[in-house]
């Protein structure tokens, strides 16, 4: 854990948006990115996963490590379906 957050896997080639990421030992493919945020020292990916889900994925750009930045609730209508 880094300040705070937990480490993941992510799936990705150099230099591209992420594909997939492992969290509790399931593997989530990214359905879409919907945002991109460039700072100093990370780069956050908004992501959408099956279901609705969005998560924030870090970057760290020093160290090449990824973490889980954030949670967010997937939109009723999509948590009505699940």
């Known amino acids: 854990m880094q300040d705070g957050r937990v480490r993941v896997q992510v799936e990705c080639r150099r230099g ?3 594909r997939a990421f492992f969290m509790g030992g399931r593997r989530l493919h990214v ?3 919907l945002e991109r945020v460039s700072e100093d020292a990370h780069r956050d990916y908004r992501v959408r996963v099956p279901g609705g889900r969005e998560f924030v994925l870090r970057l760290d750009l ?3 490590g990824w973490t889980l ?14």
């Open 16 to 18: 591209a948006d992420p």
């Open 31 to 33: 359905m879409r990115v």
């Open 62 to 64: 020093k160290s090449g």
């Open 69 to 82: 930045a954030r949670i967010i609730e997937a939109p009723r209508s999509h948590a009505a379906r699940l």
